[in-house]
C-alpha cells in the first residue's frame, strides 16, 4: 500500500501535468480556430472554380493535356499529408493505417509533414521527396508538392497520383481519405473535400460561360492552377483535422487529469484518516493497559 507521502508526489506530478496539458489545449484551441477558418473559406473558391473548368471542359470538345493521359497503372505515387507533431490521438494512426493498404512494390510515398516521412523510413516504403507546411499552409508550399507530383506523372514515373490526407468534418469528426490527383478525372473539390455530395464531371456544367481564348487554350493554363489549388485545399483540409485533433485529446488529457487528482486526493483521505483511527487506538489501548 503507498504511504501518504508517495500519494502527495503523485498528485503534485498530476497537477503540474493537467497545468502542461491545459496549456497545450488553449494553444491549440487558438490554432484550430484559424485552420478550421482558413479550410472553410477555401470551400467556395474550389466551388467556383470547378464550375468553371466544368464548363471549359465541355466547350473544349476532344481536350487532351500531358496531366489528363491515363495510362496502365504500373507505378503509383501517393501524397501522404501528415503532422510535424504528435500528441492529437488517433489522428495520424488511422492516416497512417489507410497508407498500409497500398502495394509497397509498386507505391512511391510523396510525404508532406515529418509523422509521414518517419512512417516510411520505418516501414522502407519507398520514399520520392518530403515537403514540409505551416501551421496555415501557404499556397507556394502546395504549389511545390503539386509541381513535384506533376513532373513525376509527365515523366512517366508515375501512372497515378492519388492523396492521402484527413479530411475535416467538424471538431470532432476528422475522417482519412484518398483522392486521385493526376490523371484525367477532375472531380467537384467542394463535394468530395466537405464529404457532402457526390463528385461530378467536369463536363456538368452548372451555368453556361463564354471564354476568350478558346475553351481548350484555356483549360492548359487553368488545369496545372487547379491542380495547385486541390493541393493546397488538402492541405489546409489537414491542417485543420490535426489542431482540432489535438485540441480534443489535450481537453481528454486535462479532465482525465483533474479525475485522477480527485481519486488520488480521496484515496490520501482515505489513508491519511486510517493512520489516524489507528494512532487513535493505539494510544487508548496504551492508557487502558496502564489503567
Not at 157 to 163: G, L, M, T, Y
Not at 197 to 223: H, I, M
Request: hydrophobic share 45%; glycine share 4%; proline share 3%.
Amino acid at each position: 500500500m503507498p504511504s501518504t507521502r508517495d500519494i502527495r508526489r503523485r498528485i503534485k506530478s498530476v497537477k503540474n501535468t493537467a497545468q502542461i496539458t491545459k496549456a497545450m489545449q488553449m494553444v491549440a484551441s487558438a490554432k484550430m480556430r484559424k485552420a478550421q477558418q482558413a479550410a472553410l473559406a477555401g470551400r467556395p473558391y474550389a466551388t467556383l472554380m470547378n464550375e468553371v473548368l466544368a464548363a471549359a471542359t465541355a466547350g473544349a470538345g476532344e481536350f487532351t493535356h500531358p496531366l489528363t493521359e491515363h495510362r496502365p497503372l504500373r507505378k503509383r505515387a501517393v501524397i501522404l499529408i501528415s503532422s510535424d507533431k504528435g500528441l492529437c490521438g488517433a489522428l495520424n494512426t488511422n492516416l497512417l493505417r489507410e497508407a498500409v493498404k497500398f502495394d509497397k512494390d509498386t507505391t512511391v510515398f510523396v510525404c508532406a509533414g515529418r509523422k509521414g516521412s518517419q512512417w516510411a523510413a520505418r516501414l522502407k516504403r519507398e520514399l520520392a521527396a518530403e515537403f514540409t507546411y505551416k501551421d496555415i499552409p501557404a499556397f507556394a508550399e502546395a504549389r511545390a508538392i503539386s509541381k513535384f507530383a506533376q513532373e513525376l506523372f509527365t515523366s512517366g514515373k508515375a501512372d497515378q497520383v492519388d492523396v492521402l490526407f484527413t479530411n475535416f468534418i467538424n471538431t470532432l469528426t476528422q475522417k482519412p481519405e484518398v483522392r486521385t490527383l493526376l490523371p484525367g478525372r477532375i472531380t467537384a473539390l467542394d463535394a468530395e473535400i466537405s464529404g457532402k455530395g457526390e463528385a461530378k464531371d467536369l463536363g456538368q456544367a452548372a451555368q453556361e460561360y463564354l471564354f476568350e481564348p478558346a475553351p481548350a487554350q484555356l483549360l492548359g493554363t487553368l488545369l496545372p492552377h487547379y491542380l495547385n489549388y486541390q493541393v493546397f485545399q488538402f492541405l489546409l483540409e489537414a491542417k485543420a483535422s490535426e489542431q482540432s485533433a489535438r485540441m480534443v485529446a489535450m481537453k481528454n488529457a486535462t479532465d482525465n487529469a483533474k479525475q485522477l487528482i480527485k481519486d488520488l486526493t480521496l484515496e490520501y483521505n482515505k489513508l491519511r484518516q486510517a493512520n489516524i483511527t489507528k494512532e487513535l487506538l493505539e494510544i487508548t489501548s496504551a492508557a487502558m493497559a496502564m489503567g
